[in-house]
């Protein structure tokens, strides 16, 4: 079975609800239809009366719909805002205007349980769906970096499988056939990481990749350079320096860096960049050293290696909340919310849930 196949049977054991707050797009819409029509998850819209084209549509298209323009729990939505954001000079006029914005109003629908999971920027901006998320929902307990990841399902480049597909020996005439799933972090939140932000950023795609992913993680942290062949510069520093803060915080971690990535994903490269290298070119996450690299390395392989990107995943939230590319398709969005249901407290009885 497929990484894509066995996610979705996996978030359709959940029954998990999954608010759109970005309805009128009919990308949206058709995600949101799939995923009922397959089981994967139950969609709430919430609808902007302003639209009236994608309003319709979402009627029509008989899933539950949701008008913040007139609902109740606006109210405390509003209340919620102030008490978040006065103290940085929102007033109550704006606040009670943002708790009908229907970004917002499936964000809160999470925070209330009324939802388990929200996922929105296909129209929206990440800067507004993290502001909301941050708002009103926030940080998990002892984590300080809120970051992302994408989930890029890649055409076979290595000879031996990845480790989920272990069934299969590495001369197996399928092996080079199946696609593997690679971690890229972060994306889309963190423009210029600090060291201990990078060991966040890590250890959270690391814990993340268990759930979504179910093989062992493993961490390279990229750099034009390989254990230091580079020379000191400060951002080869900044690399290793995160590091020995993930090999103190996770030792059990496989990880290594400062890595180029032909040293992190090949392993007869790294036998001759990286020798010693506990990833020894089998890196599964790639945690790019800032914002631009990390962006400009997942728009290139999705479009020049024909890849999907699933994602953003934000990672570090109290509750799952997705962003999406503005460049997403209807299968990325109906993906990435399999992906944000597997996140939910439905997938944790315990309460023991994924940085």
Request: glycine share 6%; with cysteine; proline share 7%.
């Amino acid at each position: 079975m497929s990484f894509l196949s066995d996610l979705c049977e996996r978030a359709s054991k959940l029954d998990a609800r999954v608010a759109f707050g970005e309805s009128g797009d009919p990308r949206v819409l058709d995600a949101a239809i799939r995923l009922e029509r397959e089981g994967v998850a139950h969609p709430i819209l919430v609808i902007d009366p302003a639209d009236g084209a994608g309003t319709a549509a979402a009627r029509k298209s008989g899933l539950e719909c949701i008008d913040p323009s007139n609902d109740p729990r606006c109210e405390a939505l509003a209340a919620a805002l102030l008490a978040s954001r006065a103290k940085h000079g929102m007033t109550a006029d704006e606040a009670a205007k943002l708790s009908h914005d229907p970004l917002a109003f499936a964000t809160w629908l999470v925070k209330t349980g009324d939802a388990d999971a929200s996922v929105g920027g296909a129209v929206r901006t990440t800067r507004e769906l993290m502001h909301f998320a941050l708002w009103l929902i926030g940080p998990a307990n002892g984590v300080k970096t809120v970051s992302s990841a994408f989930y890029m399902v890649v055409p076979p480049f290595r000879a031996a499988l990845a480790a989920n597909s272990s069934q299969l020996s590495s001369d197996s005439p399928q092996a080079d056939s199946v696609p593997e799933v690679l971690t890229f972090t972060d994306c889309s939140v963190v423009p210029n990481p600090t060291a201990p932000q990078l060991a966040d950023i890590a250890i959270a795609a690391a814990a993340a990749r268990k759930k979504i992913v179910g093989d062992e993680p493993r961490v390279a942290l990229l750099s034009y350079s390989s254990k230091g062949s580079g020379g000191t510069s400060p951002s080869i520093a900044l690399v290793q320096s995160a590091l020995q803060l993930i090999r103190t915080r996770a030792p059990n971690l496989i990880a290594d860096g400062d890595l180029q990535a032909d040293a992190a994903l090949i392993p007869d490269i790294s036998t001759r960049k990286s020798p010693g290298s506990p990833v020894a070119g089998r890196a599964n996450i790639l945690v790019f050293p800032n914002l631009d690299a990390g962006n400009i390395a997942y728009k290139l392989t999705e479009r020049l290696a024909h890849a999907k990107a699933i994602g953003p995943i934000l990672q570090g939230l109290a509750m799952p909340v997705s962003d999406l590319s503005r460049g997403a398709d209807a299968d990325a969005i109906f993906h990435v919310a399999a992906i944000t249901a597997l996140q939910s407290a439905r997938f944790y009885p315990s309460g023991d849930q994924p940085l």
